[in-house]
């Protein structure tokens, strides 16, 4: 239970550090990661659950390095 609780305490503090424009939506992967984490260590879910929620969590750390990767080229770039 600790687990889940400071998973999720860590998920909603990260994104306060991410870029101003994207800021809800890295709140919400967040959210979802920790979630994910917390699904992943109780360990009570099918293979294919498992699978398909593992298969979204890259998806979503794919576009999330995608955005941070456009936040930096802007910076950059100095274009607001």
């Known amino acids: 239970m ?3 609780i400071a998973a999720l305490a860590l998920g909603l503090a990260l ?6 424009g ?4 890295d709140i919400k992967d ?3 990661d920790a979630v994910d984490t917390a699904k ?3 360990g009570t879910d099918s293979g294919t659950a498992k699978a398909k929620r593992h298969a979204k ?3 979503r750390d794919t576009k999330r390095k995608a955005r941070h990767t456009r936040n ?3 910076r950059d ?4």
Do not use: C, E, H, Q
């Not at 994104?15 to 101003?20: G, S, T």
């Not at 770039?77 to 607001?80: N, P, T």
């Open 2 to 4: 600790k687990g889940i």
């Open 15 to 20: 994104p306060a550090f991410a870029d101003r």
């Open 22 to 25: 994207d800021t809800n939506k």
């Open 30 to 32: 967040a959210t979802n």
């Open 40 to 42: 992943d260590k109780l």
């Open 57 to 59: 969590k890259a998806a």
């Open 72 to 74: 930096n080229v802007k």
């Open 77 to 80: 770039l100095g274009v607001k």
